[in-house]
């Protein structure tokens, strides 16, 4: 049995704002990760810029700053085997242009800017993330 591993997701604005998260909580559940734990909720300027530090020079970053405080996101702690890699999977690529159909991203989005859904990219990042995001 693998060992159990925890990932930090968000539903992303545009996602609650079209209606979209009972279904991408059933997708989460039916792949068989759990949700530890989950709250709807703003998330604050010095969240965004903490969480998208990486992207801080690219030109989008601003748009991305904006966006993903516009209205109300859904956090989540997912946990099971490889949830790091597993969500990541279910997620689909970063450009829902380039996700494949059956990911999240590859059916409820087609812009790059607002693709509906977060996943850490890694063990370390999903403890810091789950940190910052729910202390
Ligand atoms: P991911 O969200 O797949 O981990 P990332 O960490 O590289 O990807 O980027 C974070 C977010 O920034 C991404 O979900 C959407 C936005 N973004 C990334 N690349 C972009 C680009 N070329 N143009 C516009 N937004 C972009
Ligand atoms: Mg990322």
Redesign the pocket.
């Known amino acids: 049995m693998a060992a159990i591993e925890r990932t930090y997701s968000m539903i ?1 604005p545009d996602a609650v704002r079209d209606r979209h998260m009972g279904e991408i909580i059933t997708r989460i559940e039916r792949s068989g990760l759990v949700i530890e734990r989950m709250e709807l909720a703003q998330v604050t300027p010095e969240q965004a810029a903490e969480n ?1 530090r ?2 801080a020079d ?4 601003q ?2 700053i904006d ?1 993903i405080t516009s209205g109300p996101v859904v956090k989540i702690v997912v946990a099971g085997p490889a949830a790091v890699r597993k969500m ?1 999977s279910l ?1 689909g ?3 829902p242009l380039e996700a494949a159909p059956g990911t999240i ?1 590859g059916d409820f989005a087609l812009d ?4 509906v ?5 890694s063990p370390e990042n999903a403890e810091r993330e789950i940190k910052l995001f729910f202390d």
């Not at 690219?58 to 970053?61: E, I, L, M, R, T």
């Not at 790059?112 to 693709?115: F, G, L």
């Not at 859904?117 to 990219?121: A, C, E, F, L």
């Open positions: 992303k998208y990486h992207l690219k030109p989008f970053y748009d991305l966006f990541r997620m690529a970063t450009d991203r790059v800017n607002s693709n859904i977060h996943g850490s990219d």
